[in-house]
């Protein structure tokens, strides 16, 4: 019986010390990639805002099958969704099997001379379960590394289409 009120204590006390050390990470994560390239608003939208634009650069896209639905696209175990568009950002909603939606978005900002900088990022925002808040951690290793070799991609896109 001791052993029995031992474990369970145990299990209460690690139970408690991992919901505490999970509750001192962010709610809200934030993942975010940035790539510089010469090319014009208009080239940059119809690659970033228009998901049958996507095979041309994302991995992704010509790797798995797409399939389109009313609002969005499914590839994989993935669901993307466009949500809003102005002149210089798209924002989506992603939504990963067995995970929270992210909000994602897509900027992209003049600096000089025609060479624009295009922001991608990945906001999550999760509830206080310890097991989400440590997903959370991967987000940066997985994702960023993901976004940078995209971004690459696109950059190539546009620089062989200014090429032409």
Do not use: C
């Not at 991995?59 to 009313?70: G, I, Y």
């Not at 809003?84 to 924002?91: F, G, N, P, Q, R």
């Not at 992210?102 to 999760?126: M, P, R």
């Amino acid at each position: 019986m001791r052993l029995v009120k031992l474990v369970i204590i145990s299990l209460i006390v690690l139970s408690v010390i991992i919901t505490g050390i999970s509750a001192l990470f962010p709610s809200t994560v934030i993942v975010s990639r940035v790539v510089e390239v010469k090319a014009t608003p208009t080239q940059i939208a119809y690659y970033v805002s228009d998901l049958n634009h996507w095979n041309a650069w994302m991995s992704d896209w010509k790797e798995n099958t797409v399939a389109k639905l009313d609002n969005g696209v499914r590839i994989g175990t993935q669901t993307i969704r466009p949500m809003s568009k102005t002149d210089s950002a798209v924002v989506y909603e992603w939504i990963a099997t067995g995970q929270r939606p992210y909000q994602v978005q897509f900027e992209w900002i003049n600096l000089a001379g025609g060479v624009y900088a295009i922001h991608w990022s990945f906001e999550q925002h999760v509830k206080w379960y310890p097991w989400e808040k440590f997903q959370t951690l991967l987000n940066e290793k997985v994702l960023g590394a993901k976004m940078e070799i995209e971004l690459a991609n696109l950059r190539e896109v546009l620089l062989n289409e200014a090429e032409k």
